[in-house]
């Protein structure tokens, strides 16, 4: 049962373009939310997170938004940058220290 | 991924043999997760630890694994009698605390079986 779902494995954005990576989750428990970047060979990166007690966090290009009604989040890029392209995952926890995980969605930034 | 420092980067076992991978935490990190990454897919967790304690195993399977975290020197992940199933990235992350605080990745232990 795959409580976190990242519905595309890749995406393709011109470089300088917004990017909008989705995740959508399952648990209602769920009140922690992340996304990692990873690129080949290495291991995740940590860019932004947010509580469920928010629905917007922003850092920088990075922006996250949590629909919590809907159980959706997204993580915006703007703009987007060639050293963008990597595997993106989204996690959650419920007040937990385990992280569920997405499947990862490809990003590719063409220049 | 500076400060998660995962050793070796690549291991490759014969079925059978016993696989150890190691892992330091971030300075003033003291809680260690590792997690298992097959190809195409998200991590999974395996097992949270503290110095000298596990605090959850509940992603580990039950045979042929262990973890520890002692208190002087890297935590250790275990695996006894490898097989093929077990050829995977096996990733290792700290935090300084532990709920609702992200963890900090080191670049993995790619795991052969041959």
């Not at chain 1, 995406?11 to 990873?38: A, H």
């Not at chain 1, 809907?70 to 996690?91: E, M, N, R, T």
């Not at chain 2, 500076?2 to 003291?30: F, I, Y």
Request: glycine letters at 8%; one cysteine or more; hydrophobic letters at 35%.
């Amino acid at each position: 049962d795959q409580q976190v779902k990242q519905n595309s494995p890749s995406l393709s954005v011109q470089e300088g373009r917004i990017s909008i990576l989705n995740c959508d989750y399952t648990n209602s428990m769920f009140d922690y939310f992340l996304w990692y970047k990873k690129y080949p060979a290495e291991g995740p990166t940590f860019l932004i997170s947010i509580s469920s007690i928010k629905d917007k966090n922003e850092d920088g290009r990075f922006t996250v938004f949590l629909n919590k009604s809907a159980k959706h989040l997204s993580l915006h890029i703007v703009p987007s940058q060639p050293g963008d392209s990597a595997v993106y995952f989204c996690a959650a926890s419920d007040s937990n220290y385990q992280l569920i995980w997405g499947a990862g969605t490809k990003l590719i930034i063409k220049p | 991924n500076a400060g998660v420092m995962q050793n070796p980067r690549h291991l490759v076992r014969r079925r059978g043999q016993e696989a150890r991978l190691r892992c330091s935490p971030m300075k003033g990190h003291s809680h260690v997760y590792w997690y298992r990454q097959l190809p195409e897919e998200g991590l999974k967790f395996m097992v949270y630890l503290q110095k000298e304690n596990i605090i959850d195993e509940s992603g580990m399977p039950k045979e042929r694994f262990s973890a520890e975290f002692p208190k002087e020197g890297p935590s250790i992940l275990r695996i006894q009698q490898v097989v093929r199933g077990d050829s995977a990235a096996y990733f290792c992350a700290s935090s300084p605390s532990g709920a609702n605080q992200p963890q900090h990745f080191g670049d993995g232990t790619r795991l052969s079986i041959l």
